[in-house]
């Protein structure tokens, strides 16, 4: 069971390169989401989609851009990196955004990225 | 402004004790609360769920207590075990489905 997958692991950028980070998940949920991690501040949402071809903002979108490709798929892109971007990135997927079931987000490794 | 707070960035308790992590939030439209647990180097994973009609949700060794009036949840396991050493985070549903996570909380349990 793969679940949710993203790439890459592992990245370090100078200042000023872009880049795109993959998702894709393969629990057919309609809901894929792009989070933040970093000391002291927890997981902040970036960006997410509540279904194929939409796409909202989160609570720190600047600076990011995503693409909802297909059902399965969820990029990030970083189109000019800035060391403030340092931090481990996860996507997450779930099957419906609203519902009774509470919402169960399942997430992704995670990616570690250096902007230096 | 932090709508989620989790104010203990570490707790540890020995082996077999009652470990006790705590929530406070300040929306009081968030209809669901969550709490993951986090190894290094691993994605967040979900532990348990408390919808905001209730005020209790067990699982096993993990309960989740909701006090709506203070705004407060917390997180109990009973017996604590060294596996359960991870970083927890408390997160409730906004409007919409979004999901906003608390700064979590580093549990540490020791033999």
């Known amino acids: 069971n793969a679940g949710v997958t993203q790439t890459p692991k592992f990245q370090v950028l100078k200042t000023g390169q872009s880049m795109t980070l993959q998702c894709a998940q393969d629990?057919?949920?309609?809901?894929m989401y792009w989070y933040r991690q970093d000391p002291g501040m927890g997981l902040r949402l970036i960006y997410y989609s509540a279904s194929e071809g939409t796409t909202d903002k989160g609570e720190v979108p600047n600076g990011y851009n995503v693409s909802r490709l297909n059902k399965r798929e969820f990029s990030l892109r970083l189109e000019s990196a800035a060391p403030s971007q340092t931090s481990v990135y996860f996507c997450a997927s779930s099957g419906q955004l609203s519902g009774l079931s509470g919402n169960t987000i399942y997430f992704g490794e995670g990616s570690w990225l250096t902007v230096v | 402004d932090q709508q989620v707070k989790q104010n203990s960035p570490s707790l540890s308790v020995q082996e077999g004790r009652i470990s006790i992590l705590n929530c406070d939030y300040t929306?009081?439209?968030?209809?669901?609360f969550l709490w993951y647990k986090k190894y290094p180097a691993e994605g967040p994973t979900f532990l348990i769920s408390i919808s905001s009609i209730k005020d209790k949700n067990e699982d096993g060794r993990f309960t989740v207590f909701l006090n709506k009036s203070a705004k407060h949840l917390s997180l109990h396991i009973v017996p604590s075990q060294p596996g359960d050493s991870a970083v927890y985070f408390c997160a409730a549903r906004a409007r919409g489905g979004k999901l906003i996570f608390g700064q979590g909380t580093e549990l540490s349990v020791k033999p």
């Open positions: 929306n009081s439209m968030f209809d669901y």
């Open positions: 629990m057919n949920h309609n809901s």
